[in-house]
């Protein structure tokens, strides 16, 4: 021991990083000897009461918990011998009383590390252990112990076999502790903080038997809760017991409501009485004053145990609440009361007004709607769109008597003089802009003169906070007035906009209400003031950062593509302050986007094209020829924009477009980076589709244009390119097949050779769609011939390639996006139907009960069946979807679950589905990737053009199914369909 204390005492002292080092490499050796754990447990928890320091035991406290991680078991050349073990095990609980909570925590890391291994097979009284140390008197030992269960949930071993023991074992004994009146708070806040743990464990990775071992004891339970929730208490004081009460109240509210209604009337009434009653001081402490900033508790983190993040928490709860209908009827009594305290919490507090001026961005930030910041006014926010989105015109009434009150009161506090009167004025606008949308369609409400009677007047007026608000809210409630009546909040905007003296939280607003009016009122009337707008949006970009940034990229590319002969006038400034913009912040990806959005905006006019080329492409030129210099990002957003500008080109292709063909081909046929490779792609398509790659070539090389796109796409069907870099090449290879055919002469064999070879080994989605789309317009123009060549080539020892791409069409066509793919898709089927091709191809999995393991997964049999019964189904349900979607509803043939029927169901209902089951190795990837399958049917002319896009699917699948309904094989396809497939067919025919 002496050794190892010398050890230790070293490396925590000595000011020599060589010396400091060889012990380190001293004290690892040890690791591999006997006794070495025995001998950091006696250290850590000094059974033998020397004067050991306190750094010398944590340290050894931390090594020790390394020590078995890695030599519990077998697999690092060592293994803890079975007498340490034993030693270990029995003298390691004794460290949970130390007094030291650091050290108790690590004893309970090191602990539940041995458990994991060993309970219940070679530790079976563990759990019993526990449960005694919580019977205990000694708060230290209960503290520790409660560390080791909270340590212990969250490991491997709390499954569905383990949890329910214990739970059933420990749970009894935590109730006491709740009840115990001498267990202090910080420790209450533990046993239900370990409480929550467990629910949300239930919720969200458990099976019905671990919430079934639970269940007995929720009346108890709910018993505690109420009597802690009940308990007074004053605003600047320790609040972690409650909040964790009402956030294991929230999760079984959202997850079992049905087990929760037989408690909700007696749990509410306290939670009601600290919504309402807390209002008073929190406007005292936050709204009027920043005491609440000033109050801590020393080792705490008030932001998770205070006075503000109990009201979240009450909001919180109340917003699940509301969630379930069988819940919310509770509440319907009181919205007016509801709304009332809702306005109140949501005033802008002391803290967040000197926040804002210091930095508006924060302002912009806090009300983005996607924000990650939490405070009560935010919290307020979502409450009041939960209550219109449930309560819909029945709390249209109850919001407008609230805001009216409040209204009044701010005009009472103005008049006698309180300095604060108009953050009331200002949470009242607040909350009409929040639910105006909603507002401005019910008929009993008139926006035209709530605006002209509480907005107007701030408007005119120049008090900072109610001004832009008031323009904000504006444009969130007014619809259906008249050009004249709405033309003065729209200059009102714009002036604000253009006032050099106009504060920055005021532009902000102004920005926001110009973009929101857009859809409401007619373009003629944005088109006039465009020249105001856009000039006030480039000077003010210049002042503004972050979010606040963001906000005025977004209204350019709102207010940019509204008029083209406009363009045309502030195109050269929009694009140079853009691009320095861009310069200042290259590293910014959302930035770039927009910025690239915006070129794509201005190409698209045929009067601005040529300019923006003549303008760009020396710039980008100059940057391409760095491109290895460069940072990645830089060099992917300058691809982009090249791309945009080559797609929207005129023909022929102008001189100067043609200087970016090479540029681009190299960081091609060189680059890993998967965007730079997308957005490259995107441009060689723009060059096949306007280009002529077969009269250009290369001025060094002699290669022309059509053979440098080949040996990019040669380079990205290489087996070593990873699927997302190569992920668009399918529709890069269609393009060159439909434009340059007649040129490709027998090369089209290869390349289709080496498409084969990349669809043997492709996991994702996307680009395997790409490839098999080369063959779906194959089979449609050149039928036999596509067939024949794929049935002369093998694709393995099983089969030849057509018989494998048949099963990897029909079983990707599901995933498929885009009218034009889904459209192409079965049409080509059809084709392919009337030659009867003897296939056999893998039918629907089969239906199963339960959770589906991938392991179950991958020995599940799949029925094969004739390719024809297969594309006969598809065609069927193609029809469902499409005639599901002109409903805009669900299918009535559909078994899926409503959203209200899952609101209001139990978890327990579903716990056993197959819903929601990872089937397959490849289903992940195929989620992880999906927003890479990208629709480019919108940004395509050729798709747009293309027959096939025309076509009226409904209409074309319902025609050839009547025509096969002449024929003597149609009732045995039929006979093949599932019921609801059946009971479409039946009502097509009859339509």
């Not at 970009?541 to 590319?557: C, F, P, Q, R, W």
């Not at 280009?691 to 380079?715: A, F, H, M, Q, Y």
């Not at 002369?792 to 089969?799: G, T």
Request: charged share 20%; aromatic share 10%; with cysteine.
């Amino acid at each position: 021991m002496e050794t190892i204390l010398e050890v230790l005492n070293v490396i925590i002292s000595t000011p020599d990083n060589n010396l400091r080092t060889k012990k380190e490499h001293e004290l690892n050796s040890f690791h591999k000897q006997s006794g070495f754990g025995v001998i950091l447990c006696q250290i850590l928890i000094n059974t033998s009461n020397m004067n050991i320091a306190l750094p010398i035991r944590q340290m050894a406290g931390l090594v020790l918990k390394m020590h078995v991680r890695d030599y519990w078991t077998e697999g690092n050349g060592f293994i803890i011998s079975d007498a340490d073990k034993q030693n270990i095990k029995d003298n390691i609980p004794k460290g949970l009383n130390l007094s030291d909570k650091q050290l108790r925590n690590t004893v309970a890391m090191v602990i539940s590390t041995i458990a994991a291994w060993d309970w219940p097979e070679k530790w079976p009284n563990f759990i019993e252990s526990l449960v005694d140390c919580l019977k205990s008197d000694n708060i230290n030992l209960i503290d520790g112990t409660l560390d080791t269960l909270n340590h212990f949930t969250a490991g491997s071993k709390f499954t569905d076999d383990y949890a329910p023991v214990v739970i059933s074992q420990t749970l009894p004994n935590l109730i006491m502790l709740l009840k115990h009146q001498q267990i202090n708070d910080i420790t209450k806040m533990k046993t239900v903080k370990f409480i929550y743990e467990v629910i949300e464990w239930i919720i969200i990775d458990s099976g019905g038997n671990t919430f079934k071992a639970m269940e007995p004891m929720l009346p108890e339970l709910m018993v505690c809760f109420l009597n802690i929730l009940q308990t007074q208490a004053q605003a600047l004081q320790f609040h972690g017991v409650k909040i964790q009460v009402l956030q294991i109240l929230q999760l079984l509210v959202g997850g079992f409501p049905g087990k929760f209604i037989n408690y909700v009337n007696e749990l509410l009434q306290p939670i009601w009485g600290m919504f309402t009653n807390f209002l008073t001081s929190y406007i005292e402490l936050a709204i009027y004053s920043d005491k609440i900033s000033e109050w801590f508790l020393e080792d705490l983190d008030i932001q998770a145990v205070g006075f503000e993040k109990l009201i979240v928490s009450n909001i919180e709860f109340i917003c699940e609440l509301l969630g379930k209908k069988r819940l919310r009827s509770l509440m319907e009594p009181h919205l007016e009361q509801l709304i009332y305290n809702v306005i109140g919490y949501l005033q802008l507090t002391e803290s967040q007004r000197i926040s804002y001026e210091e930095d508006p961005n924060q302002w912009v930030a806090d009300e983005n709607e996607d924000t990650f910041n939490f405070n009560i006014r935010i919290t307020c926010r979502q409450l009041l769109e939960i209550i219109f989105n449930d309560f819909k015109a029945k709390a249209v009434a109850p919001f407008t008597q609230a805001v009216l009150k409040r209204l009044q009161e701010a005009e009472s506090l103005k008049s006698q003089g309180t300095p604060f009167w108009w953050k009331m004025r200002e949470s009242c606008i607040y909350a009409i802009g929040i639910v105006g949308p909603s507002l401005s369609k019910d008929q009993n409400f008139d926006a035209k003169q709530f605006s002209l009677s509480f907005l107007v007047p701030d408007i005119i007026d120049n008090f900072v906070y109610l001004k832009g608000r008031a323009l904000w809210a504006s444009s969130r409630i007014i619809t259906n007035i008249s050009e004249d009546e709405i033309r003065p909040f729209l200059e009102a905007s714009v002036n604000c906009l253009n006032n050099p003296q106009e504060t920055v939280a005021v532009k902000i607003f102004a920005v926001k209400s110009l973009a929101n009016f857009v859809p409401k009122v007619p373009k003629e009337m944005m088109v006039i003031i465009l020249d105001g707008i856009v000039s006030g949006i480039l000077d003010f970009m210049d002042h503004v950062e972050g979010d606040t940034l963001y906000v005025v990229l977004e209204a350019l590319n709102i207010f940019v593509p509204m008029s083209e002969q406009k363009a045309v006038g502030f195109m050269g400034n929009v694009v140079s302050r853009v691009l320095r913009v861009w310069a200042n912040h290259f590293n910014d990806s959302y930035v770039a986007n927009l910025m690239v959005d915006l070129i794509s905006s201005l190409a698209k006019f045929p009067m601005c094209i040529d300019s923006l080329q003549d303008s760009l492409i020396p710039y980008l030129v100059t940057i391409l020829n760095q491109y290895e210099e460069r940072d990645i990002g830089v060099s992917e957003t300058i691809i982009d924009m090249a791309a945009q500008l080559v797609n929207y080109s005129k023909t022929p292709l102008r001189e100067s477009v043609w200087t970016l063909f090479p540029l681009l081909c190299q960081i091609m046929l060189t680059t890993e980076d998967g965007d730079q490779l997308t957005g490259g792609l995107s441009a060689l398509k723009g060059y096949v589709r306007l280009g002529n790659l077969v009269e250009w070539k290369d001025p060094s090389s002699g290669i022309t244009g059509l053979g440098l796109v080949l040996k990019v796409s040669e380079r990205l069907l290489n087996p070593n390119m990873r699927d997302m870099a190569a992920r668009s090449v399918g529709t890069l290879i269609d393009k060159i097949i439909f434009y340059y055919s007649d040129f490709l002469g027998s090369s089209v064999f290869s390349i289709l050779d080496a498409v084969i070879e990349r669809l043997k080994i492709a996991q994702i989605s996307t680009l395997k769609q790409g490839l098999i789309m080369i063959f779906v317009r194959l089979f449609y123009v050149h039928t036999d011939q596509t067939l024949q060549y794929l049935q002369s080539k093998p694709y393995n020892e099983n089969m030849n390639a057509l018989t494998a791409i048949m099963n990897i069409w029909v079983k990707e066509h599901l995933s498929f996006s885009g009218k034009f793919k889904i459209k192409f898709s079965i049409v080509s089927m059809m084709v392919l139907f009337h030659k009867n091709l003897d296939i056999l191809v893998e039918g629907d999995a089969p239906a199963t009960t339960g959770r589906v393991t991938r392991s179950q997964a991958k020995n599940m049999v799949i029925e094969k069946i004739h390719l024809n019964q297969r594309i006969f189904q598809l065609m069927v349900r193609e029809h469902m979807v499409v005639l599901e979607n002109e409903m805009d509803g669900p299918s009535s043939y559909s078994d899926t679950v409503s959203d209200e029927e899952w609101a209001e169901a139990d978890l327990s209902d579903f716990i056993n589905s197959n819903d929601g089951a990872f089937t397959s190795e490849s289903l992940f990837m195929d989620l992880l990737y999906d927003d890479m399958n990208y629709d480019e049917e919108e940004e395509d002319p050729d798709i747009l053009k293309d027959p096939i896009y025309q076509v009226d699917l409904k209409e074309h699948i319902k025609e050839f199914m009547t025509a096969l309904s002449k024929t003597e094989n149609f009732m045995a396809y039929v006979n093949r369909l599932a019921p609801g497939e059946k009971k479409h067919l039946e009502d097509m025919f009859k339509s």
